[in-house]
Nanobody, 115 residues
Framework: QVQLVESGGGLVQAGGSLRLYCKAS????????MRWYRQPPGKQRELVAA???????SYGDSVKGRFTISRDNTRNSASLQMNNLEPEDTAVYYC?????????WGQGTQVTVSS
């Protein structure tokens, strides 16, 4: 059984930074693309950033230049460094990973940015 566990969320003032962390555990037969999604209050879930196993990164337009996704294949983990946070970044952030042709999700971590 595969588990993804996020950590690192919290409350921060606008302009501040947070780093989210996602750790995969269980029967891992090779983790392909890892992603961070977010779901703001009352809105749909949206893709924030993605990183392939080889390290190719992609970002949503609203976070380009402010967020950086990274991963450590030896630790089966991914991180999301979020800088210059804005109140509009307030959301539940979810880790997602493609493992053996299946998609797995974490339980989410709350990020709240105060103005």
């Amino acid at each position: 059984q595969v588990q993804l566990v996020e950590s690192g969320g919290g409350l921060v003032q606008a302009g501040g930074s947070l780093r989210l962390y996602c750790k995969a555990s269980g029967r891992l037969l090779g983790i392909n693309t890892m992603r961070w999604y977010r779901q703001p209050p009352g809105k749909q879930r949206e893709l924030v950033a993605a990183i392939t196993r080889g390290g190719t990164q992609s970002y949503g337009d609203s976070v380009k230049g402010r967020f950086t996704i990274s991963r450590d294949n030896t630790r089966n983990s991914a991180s999301l460094q979020m800088n210059n946070l804005e109140p509009e970044d307030t959301a539940v952030y979810y880790c997602n990973a493609d493992i053996a042709n299946q998609a797995y999700w974490g339980q989410g971590t709350q990020v709240t940015v105060s103005s």
